[in-house]
Antibody, heavy 116, light 106 residues
């Protein structure tokens, strides 16, 4: 079955960067884009961007342009989301999800806490 | 940027009754609209895409309708396990989610 397994929780200081991984299994990794969505505690879902794991081409939400970078490693079937210039309001659960239209499978989420 | 607006914020419905959730887009998204269900502590779950196609394993009591800017998710006979927050998502231009509708069991 399709599985997306994300890396564990992170605590970072303001101004630092964080890199979250998402390892895919159960399907042909190169055939589906991977999206990233975040959710602050008690808040809604916020789309950040997506990447084609095969070509490495990525698209980002305007809000995150210049601060987020999505990359992929085909040999590891893994996609990475790096967010720089962290602020306290970046504290959230970060999800990867399969697809660049509807997202039919989701990772378990990775909590990133930004605190001095 | 397409803004998605959901209403109501909270919906309280008795078991067996109908629940109707609305989602409006600030510009046309054709039928490029999905709905997700999220329960506390869980990842979102796809329940509808293409505005009206149920995702795999979703019960027939869930139905979707609409096109352009106005969409509806209907749960025909609410069950206790349907208590959750429901989000709509457009994927016509980039992607964007609504702020969610919380469905409570009365």
């Amino acid at each position: 079955q399709v599985q997306l397994v994300q890396s564990g929780a992170e605590v970072k200081k303001p101004g630092a960067s964080v890199k979250v991984s998402c390892k895919a299994s159960g399907y042909t990794f190169r055939s589906y884009d991977i999206s990233w969505v975040r959710q602050a505690t008690g808040q809604g879902l916020e789309w950040m961007g997506w990447i084609n794991p095969y070509t490495g081409n990525a698209a980002y939400a305007q809000k995150f342009q210049g601060r987020v970078t999505l990359t992929s490693n085909l040999s590891l079937s893994t996609v990475y989301m790096e967010l720089s210039g962290l602020r306290s309001d970046d504290t959230a659960v970060y999800y990867c999800a399969r697809g660049d239209t509807e997202n039919d499978s989701w990772g378990q989420g990775s909590l990133v806490t930004v605190s001095s | 940027e397409t803004v998605m607006t959901q209403s109501p914020a909270t919906l309280s419905v008795s078991p067996g009754e109908r629940a109707t959730l609305s989602c409006r887009a600030s510009q046309s998204v054709s039928r490029n609209l999905a709905w997700y269900q999220q329960k506390p502590g869980q990842s979102p779950r796809l329940i509808m895409y293409g505005a009206s196609t149920r995702a795999t394993g979703i019960p027939a009591r869930f139905s979707g309708s609409g096109s352009g800017t106005d969409f509806t998710l209907t749960i025909s006979s609410l069950q206790a396990e349907d208590a959750a927050v429901y989000y709509c998502q457009q994927y016509e231009l980039g992607s964007a989610f609504g702020q969610g509708t919380k469905v409570e069991i009365k």
